[in-house]
C-alpha cells in the first residue's frame, strides 16, 4: 500500500461554512474604495485557507478586537493586509468582543495590568460596566469615562492581554489544524485498510 501523507487542505472546507467569501468583503464600501486604488486586497494568502494565513489571521483578530472603541476591524485590516494573513479570518475573529462581552474582557484586561504593574500599585475597587442598549449613544460614551477611570492598568493590560491571546489563539490554530489532519489521515488511512482487507 502506498505510503499516505497528511492533507493541509483537509480544514479548508470547516472555515468556509462560515467565511464570507472573496467577494463579499471586497464588497464592503470601504475595502471597494482602497481596492479600486491599490493592489493590497489581491495577494493570496490574504483569501487562502493554509494553515499559516488562517491561524495569522485568527491571531489579528483577537489581538485588533481589543482595540478600544469601534475601530477593531480597521485594526484588523491595516494588519492582515502588510502581514499578508487571511482577512476574511481576521475580521470574523475581532466579533469576539462586543457590548456583552467588552466590560469581563476589559476587566480581565485591569487585572492583568495590575498584575504586571506589580503590588505597590493600589487603585481604587471598579464596579463593572454595564451596557444599555436603549441608550447606546450614552453608553458608548459610558464606556469611554469607565475605561479612563481604570487608567495605567487597562492601558498595560489591553496591550499584554492582546498580545497574549494572539500568540495563543495562533499556537491552538496551528496545534488544531495539525489534529485535523493527522485524524483524518488516520480515517483514510483506516478506509483504504478495510477496503484492502475486504477486497482480499
Do not use: C
Not at 27 to 55: E, F, G, I, Q
Not at 172 to 195: E, F, K, M, P, Y
Amino acid at each position: 500500500m502506498p505510503a499516505l501523507t497528511p492533507n493541509p487542505r483537509v480544514p479548508r472546507k470547516l472555515f468556509r461554512r462560515f467565511l464570507p467569501d472573496r467577494d463579499t468583503v471586497r464588497a464592503n464600501r470601504y475595502l471597494a474604495k482602497l481596492d479600486a486604488h491599490s493592489t493590497w486586497l489581491r495577494h493570496p494568502n490574504l483569501w487562502h485557507l493554509n494553515r499559516h494565513s488562517v491561524a495569522g489571521g485568527f491571531a489579528i483578530g483577537l489581538f485588533a478586537g481589543l482595540i478600544p472603541g469601534p475601530l477593531q476591524m480597521l485594526g484588523a485590516t491595516l494588519l492582515a493586509i502588510p502581514l499578508k494573513k487571511n482577512l476574511p479570518v481576521a475580521l470574523i475573529t475581532t466579533l469576539y468582543t462586543n457590548p456583552f462581552t467588552i466590560g469581563p474582557l476589559y476587566l480581565l484586561a485591569y487585572g492583568y495590568g495590575r498584575l504586571l504593574m506589580g503590588a505597590g500599585h493600589h487603585p481604587a475597587e471598579v464596579e463593572p460596566f454595564a451596557w444599555d442598549w436603549g441608550h447606546w449613544i450614552d453608553s458608548t460614551r459610558a464606556l469611554g469615562l469607565w475605561m479612563l477611570s481604570l487608567g495605567p492598568p487597562l492601558a498595560i493590560g489591553l496591550v499584554a492581554l492582546a498580545l497574549t491571546l494572539a500568540a495563543v489563539g495562533y499556537a491552538t490554530v496551528h496545534i488544531g489544524w495539525r489534529v485535523h489532519v493527522t485524524l483524518a489521515w488516520r480515517a483514510r488511512a483506516q478506509r483504504r485498510l478495510q477496503s484492502v482487507k475486504s477486497g482480499a
